[in-house]
């Protein structure tokens, strides 16, 4: 397992880089990730290289003994650059130019943009592509980030217009595609189409969800012009990119494809700020986290599910590209970090199946955007809470590596998919309905209850899971249905929820009965579907201990076909029409339809009765606030709360202390 760094050489007098490099060593630093944002350094003018000074850093750093990962600068085009070719200059959906001063204001459809960033990258990777101080490269910083997924600058108009040209090759398919029928939207020509920026107001959600995939490939198609370079001149290197968790807005499936493996910036107390807005109820108070937590540890259940889609991108090890390890200055609240809280989280990224933990940043900056941001050293110079804990860690250093040598492992997977996503954000239909909120309900439900949970796409290798869990398979297309229906028919139990099968993957609502092409497999029919007002519910009955009670949010009445079994009923509805959950053997597996949108707690009490019919047992008994985790052998208890806690494993009592960490060897 390695510990790395963050480091900004260039905001720093080179007098100083040895003792950097000295303090970095002393607290057990093996990789600095350098270079992501230094376009103007290396390029001063058009054409005009000054490599020197990285040559010196890298130098000075590889002496030392550390690792470099070089961050492609392309997130930050020089001055020189937007001055000279303006049309490399994002245009976001309300049609502002965006301008230098920042970072991502580039167009990544820019055919402009694409050959300065070819000829950048190249310049770098013939440099340093066989230096032996520099193991691998990170592509660009964080995609998307700063509301950037999305251009609708004329370059993005032409090169949609050729997307959909290439996707549907008659304009006549793509009217019949996107029901352009409807207010005499119909096209002649693919020329005559615009992204739907903020302009149209009442868009066509066919056309968005285009976009939006169109928006996804573009970066990917980026992207891989930037990979296509490495891998010539950096045979050796690996490649990577830093996602950001939870984030929604490009196809993070579709970019990880390509790369070594996946990496994330972890922000434990600024993320579930923002994400709690679409994970937690939406009449859920917003002012702090659940208090069981401590103040400054963040919310661990939505940091995991953002661990969990990471390592689910590649069914891999990931590492952590940016770990806080102090406090932060994009949050509303940026509480620092205790003694002790650093090493909590990075633990809870190793549990979680991360290898190599980057810790965001070496040292606060003096100026600019991120000066209330702290480092791992304080302004001025001295070291600060990270860096304790840091080191403290060096003395478990041992047990890192036993534990990262193990594979992470979960039994239980949760369905994801971005058209999905996409097509319930743009039609949610009741205040509030997501589908990562819907899947944060099963997720939290199964972290709360110590059970590991892996969150794939149906692209990825779902025959390791005994159970699947697809709350919204909203839009319908083959490859999913083939995916899901194989799983099942070798022995997995599979949980369909509501809105599945709605629409067609051209986002258009299926002709055929409800769940349109999923009816057979789930052997039921959809008879009704409601969008529930709050404080409207149905009353469900169920044989399942915990499930009877009140349908909400949203309810949908089954009809069972043949040999469909019923596992819960509306009450106060006639017959054959009031099933509420139903099961249909299919194969060595079967299918469950769940006809209403689960609380937490009724969740909890199906995937119970499911779990104990598959045999999958939580690894530990857990008091609210303490979070576990398996890798292989080692059971990683994690104490997020400011009380000591007794957790039971098998027979023994394990007590933990306030944000403290216990490590278990137990054999499964
Ligand atoms: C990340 C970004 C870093 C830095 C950090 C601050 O999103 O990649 O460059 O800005 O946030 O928390």
């Not at 020189?80 to 245009?91: E, F, K």
């Not at 390791?464 to 022995?491: C, F, N, S, W």
């Not at 043949?562 to 029409?577: F, V």
Request: hydrophobic fraction near 40%; glycine fraction near 6%.
């Amino acid at each position: 397992m390695k510990f790395g760094v963050c480091y900004y050489p260039e905001h720093w007098p080179e007098s100083r880089w040895l003792i950097d490099v000295q303090l970095m060593r002393e607290a057990g630093i093996d990789i600095v990730r350098i270079g992501e944002f230094a376009w103007s350094k290396m390029e001063p003018q058009y054409d005009v290289y000054d490599w020197e000074w990285l040559d010196r850093a890298i130098d000075v750093l590889g002496r030392a003994g550390l690792q470099v990962v070089l961050g492609t600068p392309t997130a930050t085009p020089p001055v020189w650059l937007s001055r000279a070719h303006p049309d490399i200059l994002r245009v976001d959906a309300d049609e502002l130019q965006r301008d230098h001063g920042t970072r991502r204001h580039y167009c990544p459809n820019s055919t402009t943009y694409r050959a300065y960033s070819r000829r950048i990258v190249r310049a770098m990777a013939e440099r340093y592509g066989t230096h032996p101080h520099v193991i691998g490269w990170q592509i660009d910083n964080e995609f998307g980030g700063g509301k950037t997924a999305r251009c609708y600058c004329p370059n993005c108009v032409t090169a949609f217009s050729a997307w959909l040209a290439a996707r549907y090759k008659s304009i006549e398919t793509l009217n019949e595609a996107w029901g352009a029928v409807f207010w005499s939207q119909s096209y002649a020509g693919f020329d005559e189409i615009r992204p739907p920026h903020a302009g149209v107001n009442y868009k066509n959600p066919s056309q968005v969800l285009d976009f939006y995939r169109f928006s996804a490939e573009s970066y990917v198609a980026y992207q891989q012009e930037q990979i296509d370079i490495l891998r010539d001149l950096a045979p050796n290197h690996f490649i990577t990119h830093n996602f950001m968790g939870l984030y929604r807005d490009l196809d993070q499936h579709a970019l990880a494809k390509a790369l070594d493996f996946a990496t994330w910036d972890a922000y434990p107390t600024g993320f579930p700020e923002r994400w709690r807005n679409f994970l937690y109820a939406p009449d859920a108070d917003f002012s702090r986290n659940d208090p069981v937590y401590a103040y400054d540890v963040g919310e661990p259940v939505m940091i995991n599910m953002a661990h969990a889609l990471t390592r689910g991108l590649k069914q891999q090890p990931f590492w952590i590209m940016e770990q806080q390890c102090g406090h932060i200055n994009w949050a509303g609240l940026n509480p620092q970090a205790r003694r002790g809280t650093v090493r909590l989280w990075t633990w809870q990224s190793v549990a979680a199946g991360a290898d190599v933990i980057v810790f965001f940043r070496w040292r606060s900056t003096l100026f600019a955007h991120e000066q209330y941001h702290s480092g791992l050293l304080r302004h001025d110079g001295s070291t600060d809470v990270g860096y304790a804990d840091l080191l403290a860690m060096q003395a478990e250093r041992r047990l890192f590596d036993v534990v990262t040598s193990e594979p992470h492992s979960a039994e239980i997977a949760l369905l994801f998919d971005w058209d999905d996503l996409w097509a319930l954000e743009l039609q949610p239909h009741r205040t509030g309905f997501d589908l990562m909120r819907h899947l944060f309900v099963y997720y939290r439900a199964l972290e709360r209850m110590g059970v590991p949970v892996d969150l794939v796409s149906y692209r990825n290798d779902l025959s390791r899971y005994k159970m699947l869990i697809a709350p919204t398979l909203h839009v319908a297309d083959a490859l999913k249905i083939a995916a899901v229906t194989d799983a099942v028919e070798q022995g997995a139990t599979l949980l369909l929820g509501v809105r599945s099968g709605f629409k067609t993957p051209s986002n258009l609502v299926t002709d055929q009965p409800l769940p349109g092409a999923l009816s057979d497999l789930a052997g039921v029919m959809i008879v009704t579907w409601e969008s529930l007002p709050p404080g409207v519910e149905w009353a469900v009955t169920s044989p399942i201990a915990g499930l009877s009670g009140a349908a909400s949010y949203w309810m949908e009445r089954i009809r069972p076909k043949n040999d469909t079994e019923i596992l819960a009923t509306y009450l106060d509805l006639p017959k054959p029409d009031n099933a509420a959950l139903t099961c249909r053997s299919l194969g060595a597996g079967s299918v469950l339809y769940l006809g209403w949108y689960p609380t937490h707690e009724q969740a909890t009490s199906l995937l119970q009765a499911l779990m104990q019919e598959k045999g999958i047992r939580p690894i530990a008994e857990l008091p609210e606030g303490v979070h576990a985790s398996r890798r292989g052998q080692q059971l990683i208890l994690l104490n997020f709360t400011d009380s000591h806690h007794t957790v039971k494993v098998g027979k023994d009592q394990i007590v933990i202390a306030p944000r403290d960490v216990r490590v278990i060897s137990a054999p499964v």
